[in-house]
């Protein structure tokens, strides 16, 4: 079983920033892929960032230029990076994880619980 803990939410104020983290736990495996992905009631969850296990990254169109994601592949975490925050940043932030148990090569997918992220004007 793997759990994905994301923190660092909060609220701040447009054009201030925030540090997300999400750690991964559980049983012995390998992250083949991070990404971060937000969602505001009523919408499609989006993808704001991610980043590959070699260090390849990609970002929403909104976010390019004010965001960066990285990854410790030691701690088996990622982060998410945000300057510039605007209110239409506001959002239910989720980790996601692609990733592949050692012992049966088996992929999969996890998300984690989400952290809210507001932005006021």
Excluded: H
């Excluded at 991964?24 to 919408?43: C, E, K, L």
């Excluded at 993808?47 to 030691?74: E, H, P, Q």
């Amino acid at each position: 079983q793997v759990q994905l803990v994301e923190s660092g939410g909060g609220l701040v104020q447009a054009g201030g920033s925030l540090r997300l983290s999400c750690k991964a736990s559980g049983s012995t495996f390998s992250i083949n892929d991070f990404a971060w992905y937000r969602q505001v009631p009523g919408n499609q969850r989006e993808l704001v960032a991610a980043v590959s296990s070699g260090g390849m990254t990609n970002y929403g169109d909104s976010v390019k230029g004010r965001f960066t994601i990285s990854r410790d592949n030691t701690k088996k975490m990622v982060y998410l990076q945000m300057n510039s925050l605007k209110p239409e940043d506001t959002a239910v932030y989720y980790c996601k994880a692609d990733l592949t148990y050692s012992s049966s090569g088996s992929t999969f997918r996890y998300w984690g619980q989400g952290t809210q992220v507001t932005v006021s004007s």
